[in-house]
Structures are given as C-alpha cells and as structure tokens.
C-alpha cells in the first residue's frame, strides 16, 4: 500500500516550554529579551493562552506568579480552560523548570524561526491558490507577480523587522562618528553630476528619497536622466535602473553613444558616422565603455504600476544585492516619469489627481523600505511656463508632498539668455524645495546648456554667480565658462 506522506511538524514544544518558564522565572527581565515574539509565536493553543496571561502579569506587575496569571486569565476571559487541574499543574511545573536566563533569547529566537517558516508556508499555499485561478488571458508579469510580490514582501518585512528597536538617540554614536571619519565623501548622497543641485538639495540623492524634478514637455528631461544615470553608473560604478515610459531602449542608445563619443545623435542613428573613421572609432569605443557600466534600462510603457513596482524589487534582488546586515548596497532608480499608464485607473471615485497620488504614495513607502535613492520627474502643467513654486505640477498636491526635494528644468527666457549671456547655458534648474538642502536664494537659479545634438547636459554657474562674474571682470579678474559644443567635437 501507497504511503502517504508525512505533514511538516514546524514546531519546538520543548523550547515552547522553555521560553515560558523563563517569563513565568524572571519576568520583565526575560521578557525583554524575547520581545520579538508574541503568543503566534506558539503552536499549542494552551501555550498560547498562557503566554498571553503572562504578558498581560508582566505588564502589570513586572514579576510573574501563579497568582497573577490566573487573575489574567480571568480578565482575558479564558479561565475556564486555563483553570484546570492539569494546566495549573503545567504552569506550577514551569517555575520548577531548570533554565538560565541567558538561554532564553536562543529557546525565543528557534520558534520565532519556526513561526517564519510557518508563515512563509502559508504564503506559498496562497499563491498556489491564486496560480489555480489564471485563465491564460493574463500578462506573463501579471502571473509571475502572484508569486514573485507575495513572497518578496514576507522576505521584505524580515529585513525591515529585525533591525527595529527602541534605543537611546547616543547609543552607537561613536561607530557612527568612526564610519564617517573612515569615509570622507563630499555628499551624503549619491552625486548625480550637477554638484549644485547636490549642495542645493541637501548633499546628493539621498537613500529613503524620492528627489523630483518637473519640466514641460521637450524641454529635456529624458536627457536629465540619462545624464545623471550615466554619471552615477560610469563614474561611481553604482547600479542605476531606468524605468522609461515613452523612449525606446534604441533612442537611448543612440543619445548616450553620442554623449559618451561626442557625434551627433543623428549620425549615429541613421549610421552615418561609419562614412568616417574617426567618428566610427569613437562611437565603437563609446559602445565598449557602454557595455561594461551597470546602467540598467526597462520599458514601463502601459505597465500597470504594481508591476512597475515588481519590476523594481526584483532589480533589487537580482542586479544590487544586500550587505552583510541586510542592508540594500548602493543604487539609483530613475523613473521617467510619473503618469497614468491608461484610463483603467480613473473611475468616478478615483480622479486622476488621485491615482497620481497614490503613485507617489506607493514610490515613497518603497524606496524607504528597501532603502534607496529615486529620481523621479513628473510633467509641469501650463503654469510652469512662467511660474516657478510648487503649484505647477500636473496631477497631484501629493507628489509635493511626499518628495524629498522638489526641482523645476526649464528653458530660460530670452531676457534671462540675454541677460546671463548665451555662453551661461540655455536651461535654467530651479531648485524650490528641499527637506535637507539649503536651496537657493530667490531668484537664483542653476544654469544648464543643453547639447541636443550631442544628448548632453552641462551644469553652469548661478545665476548669483553669474552676475558676481560680470562684476569681477569689470574689475579684471578671469571667470570660468560653460564648454561649447566644438569642445564636445574635439574631446
């Protein structure tokens, strides 16, 4: 005859017992050390009812008799199955029970594990269940995500959970002070290659960090990103992840080659810089360098932002990796850019400011889980044409709200051309708000010429700067200039 196979027992009775003649021993100071657990914890239902009788004695009195768990149990109204001569006899055994204090943490920590291992049990039952319902009309993302996001989340909390407590704001100062020490940097942050923005929002892009950026259509912020993608991923050697809704993965080889090898965009992408060698060289040497940056790039375009989401936690896992603690390694997100995927979300409860909201609102709660830095951008409505505050976002209050800093790219004025002098640049960056950076001056501005041509962006001098320059050189002195387009030719 077939056997049938034996169900998993993921339980430690002997340690659950341990655990709770510990508390019953030595009270608040046991309990202190297994705080971590609660009576789910326990997989005998007796062990955990007399687990919640003793936190609630704890709780109470600090000290631990039979007493006060029997009165516990009585509030908790579960006296009638605690007081019985078998279990008051159980619990009478637990103050007898031989066990050190020091081992309570260990017996603690084995069935917290068991109760994990329970937990994650359960969460591969569920999606068993939820594979048992698809059609083959779904999305493959779609599908991979019934797994994939269920289980990424349980494994996600772990990490989260572990490192909580409550501790002194001094304890483990000194470590810090050594570390920082130990590590010079001139940002916080991760440098995004436009070191006055770095200083203007509080030290670079910062872990835990949506850092917003807002500009009108065709204005170049597709190119923004590229340029501090490329900066972060060429110079510091740290993962960045595009996510693109609009420009395909082409469009994009065809900027940063010319970037990285200074021919024209259209050269390159008509195949016209083979008709010289030398262009030819340098794109070849462009695509060399290219390929061995961690420069990572996805299409989010008619994504639903669930997946969009999946797609980033799995990036995570697959490409950045955690330390040693847990702790996410260094990385960039760029997404470009905040929008509605389609009409799906908009319903006549759910507005589209709405939705965007909760873009934001979801984005914020992830790159601070999982302890990263996001760049994002969101378009600019027709307010932000001449207007330069926190009112000319399209969509949403909320994104203002829940970003860490909040930036508008623009194009300057004829007047501020005029005044800045066409060498200054041909793009403004306006940093408005900050929550760690001390911002600029009003009315200052960060300068930024645009190549187009060239899908570069440079960063100029203030405007504060610029007009402390055209003083000094009424005066004589040398000022530095922003480098023309024949400089990017001949580099």
């Not at 048992?132 to 993302?141: A, F, H, N």
């Not at 740290?238 to 024209?264: F, Q």
Request: hydrophobic share 35%; glycine share 8%.
């Amino acid at each position: 005859m077939r056997q049938m196979p034996k169900k998993i027992k993921l339980e430690d009775l002997a340690s659950e017992r341990a655990v709770l003649a510990a508390l019953c021993q030595y009270g608040l100071d046991a309990y202190l050390e297994v705080d971590f657990i609660d009576s789910r914890s326990f997989t005998d239902p007796m062990n955990q009812l007399i687990f919640d009788c003793i936190y609630k004695s704890i709780s109470e009195n600090t000290q631990v008799e039979l007493s006060s768990i029997l009165s516990a149990a009585n509030d908790l109204g579960v006296s009638e199955q605690i007081n019985s001569k078998e279990e008051i006899g159980f619990i009478r055994s637990l103050f007898n029970f031989p066990i050190h204090k020091s081992n309570v943490g260990t017996y603690a920590a084995k069935i917290a594990k068991l109760k994990l291992a329970r937990d994650l049990l359960k969460t591969l039952e569920a999606c068993q269940k939820e594979l048992g319902g698809v059609t083959g009309e779904e999305d493959v993302m779609d599908i991979v995500s019934k797994i994939e996001e269920p289980l990424l989340e349980a494994t996600g909390d772990i990490y989260q959970s572990s490192g909580k407590k409550t501790e002194t704001i001094g304890e483990g100062l000194e470590d810090y002070l050594e570390y920082l020490s130990d590590n010079v940097s001139d940002f916080v942050g991760i440098p995004s290659g436009f070191p006055a923005y770095d200083v203007s929002i509080g030290g670079g892009l910062r872990r835990k960090c949506v850092d917003l950026v807002a500009a009108r259509p065709k204005v170049g912020k597709s190119m923004f990103g590229d340029a501090v993608a490329m900066h972060v991923s060429s110079e510091h050697n740290i993962p960045v992840l595009v996510l693109d809704t609009e420009m395909s993965k082409e469009d994009h080889y065809n900027r940063i080659l010319a970037n990285l090898s200074g021919v024209e965009i259209n050269k390159i992408s008509t195949g016209r810089f083979t008709e010289n060698e030398i262009e030819k060289e340098k794109v070849l040497n462009a695509a060399e360098k290219l390929k061995n940056i961690p420069y990572h790039y996805i299409s989010i375009a008619g994504e639903s932002f669930e997946n969009i989401l999946s797609q980033m936690r799995k990036w995570i896992y697959q490409h950045v990796g955690f330390d040693e603690n847990g702790k996410t390694n260094d990385c960039l997100i760029v997404y470009d850019y905040l929008k509605l995927m389609g009409s799906e979300g908009i319903s006549a409860s759910m507005q589209e400011y709405q939705v965007l909201g909760f873009q934001i609102t979801k984005l914020h709660n992830f790159v601070v889980k999982y302890d990263v830095a996001c760049l994002a951008f969101v378009q600019l409505n027709r307010d932000g044409i001449t207007k330069e505050s926190t009112d000319v976002v399209s969509g949403s209050d909320r994104l203002i709200w829940l970003c860490t800093s909040f930036s508008i790219f623009k194009m300057k004025s004829d007047e501020e051309v005029a005044t800045d002098g066409i060498d200054n640049g041909n793009r403004k960056l306006v940093p408005v708000v900050a929550r760690h950076g001390e911002g600029l001056d009003d009315g200052d501005y960060v300068s930024m010429k645009m190549h187009g041509r060239f899908g570069r962006i440079e960063q100029g001098l203030t405007r504060n700067e610029i007009h402390e320059n055209g003083r000094s050189r009424q005066e004589g002195f040398e000022t530095e200039e922003i480098g023309s387009e024949d400089d990017i030719i001949n580099m």
